[in-house]
């Protein structure tokens, strides 16, 4: 699975962005991240909660998720992100910052 993360504004304005494909992943992170997207279940998120609303200092998210069958886009805030999503949401965040660190 291919995906692409990308994460801006908030306090900072941080401009967070990778794309990974998940085989390449350490075999810890790929089950947790499995498991969050289990547990946040995209496709079926309330499509009224994914409205792009904007508020002072919040994260706005774009999500791109591609494997063989199909590709799938979400954006989200802060304010408008499923709860289910939001775990998902920190653990990219997350690894987007251990990126740049790197670099």
């Known amino acids: 699975m291919h995906i692409k993360f990308s994460c801006i504004g908030g306090f900072a304005n941080l401009d967070l962005n990778f794309e990974i494909d998940t085989d390449e992943l350490p075999k810890e992170k ?14 079926n998120a309330a499509q009224s909660k994914m409205v792009k609303t904007q ?3 919040s994260f706005s998210y774009q ?28 653990y990219l965040r997350n690894i987007a910052i251990e990126i740049k660190m790197a670099e």
Do not use: C, H, W
């Open 30 to 43: 790929y089950e947790e991240l499995q498991n969050l997207m289990k547990q946040a279940d995209l496709p």
């Open 63 to 90: 999500l791109d998720i591609a494997d063989e069958k199909k590709k799938q886009s979400f954006s989200f805030t802060d304010i408008s992100a499923p709860e289910e999503v939001r775990p998902l949401l920190d």
């Open 55 to 57: 508020g002072f200092d």
